[in-house]
């Protein structure tokens, strides 16, 4: 067949909708459920937490995290003096099994830790296969079938947040409990949390007390010189938190 | 008609074919939900979210055990969940015939929130366990779902105090 001008002119639009096809995949069914509908954060009130560290031990048993690794954990700060740049911080096994007493002097608070679930988050636009990402409803997650184990991520957390599973060698952090919060249930570690110190948010709900809370409090994230977007708020944070 | 049009057509059909290998692989090799939301694959979504859950949550609980609820109901720790101290349940919620809740050792589990410790906030009840009970179970004078003592069991205070001095 001779391949004329006038057949490439129409075999040219007939291979880019083909294309478009190629690209698309078939699109799924939508379950009740509604992506669109929500936005994922979690409030921290640093004034109420105890470290007793129930939030540590209900993530590892909800999301089997292995010993040693922690995709929540509790520092505690100890702020002596003017030194607000030199903080002692220390969180001996996540704060699994709560603290020890420690020193009197000085200022001294727990920091519960997660994944910051960040709008502009670092750790999804280094990933080279695409194995991580934020969803719809404004959740990190990690695809461990798609992940390489590269560690770009892990290494990209200006939180800390990433390890690798030694057990699947792929990336592992705070999933927000999405398997349960698309149940209609709050977090594991907000669940159990006995002070009320974790609050799940959804801030595409009006209903949430969380609007009314972020207006009437000083509320700041973590790093927000970075930018990330963070979406994990704490209230009542000492300027020494980092 | 351009000088050497066989040749030029020949090439055309190379290209061509090339570009269906290419899109034939591409095909088979990336997955169909690929790009769906974005630069991942959509799947990934509904798979993380189909994982099962290990906490049952306060609801679960409190659909059964409202003797508990109504006690909870009447002191402080009313705000509790709980599998926040009893666990992770929610095989219990699924059969609650054959999987049955351990029996908490009190002693351990009140301490974790209620020992002494400068950085926990100051209006927040804490002792020092050592001091405070001896190290007996905090049940033999505290009920865990209603805490505060409305009556003293005889002999427990010298028990505590014998204990403390050893």
């Known amino acids: ?242 | 008609m351009f000088k050497d049009t066989e040749h030029l057509a020949r090439l055309a059909v190379v290209i061509a074919l090339l570009l269906v290998v290419f899109a034939v692989l591409r095909a088979a090799v990336v997955p169909h939900s690929f790009g769906q939301y974005g630069h991942y694959r959509g799947d990934a979504i509904a798979e993380t979210a189909a994982r099962p859950i290990a906490f049952a949550g306060h609801d679960a609980c409190e659909a059964c055990h409202t003797d508990v609820v109504d006690q909870k109901k009447q002191g402080k720790h009313v705000i509790l969940a709980c599998e926040a101290c009893h666990g992770a349940l929610a095989k219990h919620a699924d059969d609650p015939a054959s999987v049955t809740p351990p029996k908490l050792d009190t002693a351990l589990v009140c301490a974790r929130c209620h020992e002494a410790n400068s950085a926990k906030p100051k209006d927040f009840p804490q002792v020092v366990t050592a001091e405070h009970s001896g190290g007996i179970a905090c049940d033999t004078c505290h009920q865990p779902h209603k805490p505060r003592i409305e009556q003293m069991k005889p002999g427990v205070i010298e028990k505590i105090q014998a204990g403390a001095k050893k």
């Not at chain 1, 031990?57 to 003096?81: K, L, M, Q, S």
């Not at chain 1, 959740?139 to 590269?150: A, E, M, S």
């Not at chain 1, 952090?173 to 149940?183: A, E, F, G, N, V």
């Open chain 1, 1 to 242: 067949m001779d391949i004329t001008r006038r057949r490439l002119l129409v075999l040219l639009p007939a291979a880019a909708v083909a294309w478009k096809f190629v690209l698309a995949g078939t699109p799924e069914a939508s379950p009740n459920y509604k992506l669109t509908e929500h936005w994922w954060s979690m409030l921290i009130d640093i004034p109420k937490c105890i470290g007793c560290g129930s939030c540590v031990r209900a993530c590892a048993e909800e999301n089997d995290v292995p010993d040693g690794f922690y995709r929540t954990w509790i520092e505690r700060y100890h702020v002596t003096g003017w030194q607000i740049e030199k903080p002692e911080v220390e969180s001996p096994d996540g704060g699994k099994q709560a603290f020890p007493p420690n020193q009197s002097d000085g200022k001294n608070f727990f920091v519960p830790k997660l994944c910051n679930h960040c709008v502009d988050s670092p750790c999804t636009q280094v990933c080279p296969v695409g194995a991580t990402f934020v969803t719809p409803d404004g959740v990190v997650l990690v695809d461990k079938t798609y992940c390489l184990g590269c560690r770009y991520c892990v290494q990209a957390c200006p939180y800390g947040c990433r390890f690798i599973n030694p057990k699947t060698n792929t990336a592992e952090k705070c999933s927000l409990c999405y398997h349960r919060i698309t149940k209609g249930l709050t977090t594991a570690c907000c669940e159990v949390c006995p002070t009320g110190a974790r609050q799940l948010a959804d801030l595409k709900n009006p209903k949430d007390p969380i609007h009314e809370f972020l207006r009437t409090h000083n509320v700041q994230v973590l790093k927000p010189h970075m930018a990330t977007g963070a979406k994990v708020f704490y209230n009542g944070m000492d300027g020494s938190v980092r």
